[in-house]
């Protein structure tokens, strides 16, 4: 079955740095796009950034247009969010989802497959 573990979270201090890491397993990890969104408590899902099949696009939210980056490994079949300049507002859980139809925007509902999440909280 496929699975994604989302890794990397944690407490850290506004203004350090955190690398996310989802491992995929059981599908064709090339063929999927990827994407990253959070979840604050009392709040919905919001999207973060997306990553296409090959790696070459990708698409920010603008709460973390360049703060976060989003890049993939195929040979790894993992997917990675470099997040700099943390702030208090960035606290939640962070989910990987993929598609394989190609859709990389904000909507939660096109996406296929979710990992169970990882904390990061941010403290100011």
């Known amino acids: 079955q496929v699975q994604l573990v989302e890794s990397g979270g944690g407490l850290v201090q506004a203004g350090d740095s955190l690398r996310l890491s989802c491992a995929a397993s059981?599908?064709?990890?090339?063929?999927?796009?990827m994407a990253w969104f959070r979840q604050a408590p009392g709040k919905e899902r919001g999207f973060v950034a997306a990553i296409s099949r090959s790696g070459t696009s990708t698409y920010s939210g603008d709460s973390v247009k360049g703060r976060f980056t989003i890049s993939r490994d195929n040979a790894k079949n993992t997917v990675y969010l470099q997040m700099n300049s943390l702030k208090p507002e960035d606290t939640a859980v962070y989910y990987c989802?993929?598609?394989?139809?190609?859709?990389?925007?904000?909507?939660?509902?096109?996406?296929?497959?979710w990992g169970q999440g990882t904390q990061v909280t941010v403290s100011s």
């Open positions: 989802a993929a598609d394989r139809s190609g859709y990389s925007g904000e909507y939660t509902s096109p996406y296929d497959y």
């Open positions: 059981g599908l064709t990890f090339s063929t999927y796009v």
